[in-house]
T-cell receptor, first 114, second 113 residues
């Protein structure tokens, strides 16, 4: 039990639609990162938010966007879904300034795009 | 950029067998190295880490040594159990990737009773 929860657990969308995935961080964790894990691959860093602002981004297009809220929850939004967006999406939270070892991952949301 | 290459799976073992999963990395500078484990239906959990050359990380009977000369961080366990069945990911983090985690593709391990 990491204290990080994600919703929904599974989701099916069609190409072109928009999706919002949610993450609830551990209380006090002001930094959240999102990762995309395609089937059979390792997680790929999408972006990181600190105090409600994006402060790091991986090699993902602008249709991937996020929000972070003061209550330690956050969202990942993906517009104009493509088939290749089918993946497990993981969020991870930590306290800024703490080393990465203190980062806790949620169980993920599995997205299928048809 | 920084990257990690790990042994492809799947790996199937009998209980009490010896497990090795190879991991090599490419990085500028001196990254920190990690092994994460993902049990079915769960998120990633940090298994062990090493932050400098010759460091040995260990946890739950697993060990890995940071070898700068061979740029490797192989995971080993002397006697596996059925409960060790999971997907194992090697990862690194360093200044050149802005201290974000870069993961390998993962190795699926199945331990049979």
């Amino acid at each position: 039990e990491t204290g990080v929860t994600q919703s929904p657990t599974h989701l099916i969308k069609t190409r072109g639609q928009q999706v919002t995935l949610r993450c609830s961080s551990q209380s006090g964790h002001n930094t959240v990162s999102w990762y995309q894990q395609a089937l059979g691959q390792g997680p790929q860093f999408i972006f990181q938010y600190y105090r409600e602002e994006e402060n790091g981004r991986g090699n993902f297009p602008p249709r991937f966007s996020g929000l972070q809220f003061p209550n330690y929850s956050s969202e990942l939004n993906v517009n104009a879904l493509e088939l290749d967006d089918s993946a497990l999406y993981l969020c991870a939270s930590r306290l800024a300034g703490e080393v990465l070892e203190t980062q806790y991952f949620g169980p993920g949301t599995r997205l299928l795009v048809l | 950029g920084d990257s990690v290459t790990q042994m492809e799976g799947p790996v199937t073992l009998s209980e009490e067998a010896f497990l090795t999963i190879n991991c090599t990395y490419t990085a500028t500078g001196y990254p920190s190295l990690f092994w994460y484990v993902q049990y079915p239906g769960e998120g990633l959990q940090l298994l062990l880490k090493a932050t400098k050359a010759d460091d040995k990380g260990s946890n739950k009977g697993f060990e890995a040594t940071y070898r700068k000369e061979t740029t490797s961080f192989h995971l080993e366990k002397g006697s596996v159990q059925v409960s060790d069945s999971a997907v194992y990911f090697c990862a690194l983090s360093g200044r050149s990737n802005d201290y974000k985690l870069s993961f390998g593709a993962g190795t699926t391990v199945t331990v049979r009773a």
